[in-house]
């Protein structure tokens, strides 16, 4: 899977990005957070202990995005606000997740004006 060849943060809650076979999407962030495939996150288990997850409980920042990194050439990091950082998506998950989390036309332009309406 090809990585996206744009990805902006439209707005405080909202990322979008473009492909090159021309599929373009945006997802709430907090979509995009509550993806997050690290470990802490996904309760996977590390070392033979399973690690749950108390990422679910609402923290201060954790739907905000600080930056997003390249990771070689297969995947960003995610970095929030909360100081999470462990979150690294590959290119396959990013368009997956772009896919199914797809924001309507209508739910946009509703998103759109209410950030207006904030500032
Ligand atoms: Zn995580």
């Known amino acids: 899977m090809q990585q996206p060849i744009r990805i902006n943060r439209r707005n405080p809650v909202v990322l979008e990005a473009d492909w ?3 599929f373009t999407s945006a997802i709430l962030l907090s979509d995009l957070r509550e993806a997050c495939p690290c470990a802490h996150c996904t309760g996977e288990e590390i ?3 399973t690690v749950f997850a108390g990422i679910k409980t609402f923290a201060p920042g954790m ?3 600080d930056a997003l990194t390249p990771v070689g050439n297969y995947a960003v990091q995610a970095r929030w606000k909360d100081g999470h950082d462990t979150g690294i998506y590959t290119w396959q998950m ?3 997740l772009f ?3 797809k924001l309507s036309a209508d739910t946009l ?3 759109d004006a209410q950030m207006a309406s904030m500032n």
Do not use: P, T
């Open 99 to 101: 896919e199914r989390k």
């Open 63 to 65: 739907n905000e995005l």
């Open 109 to 111: 332009l509703r998103i």
């Open 20 to 22: 090159a076979d021309g």
């Open 94 to 96: 990013l368009r997956d």
């Open 47 to 49: 070392l033979g202990q």
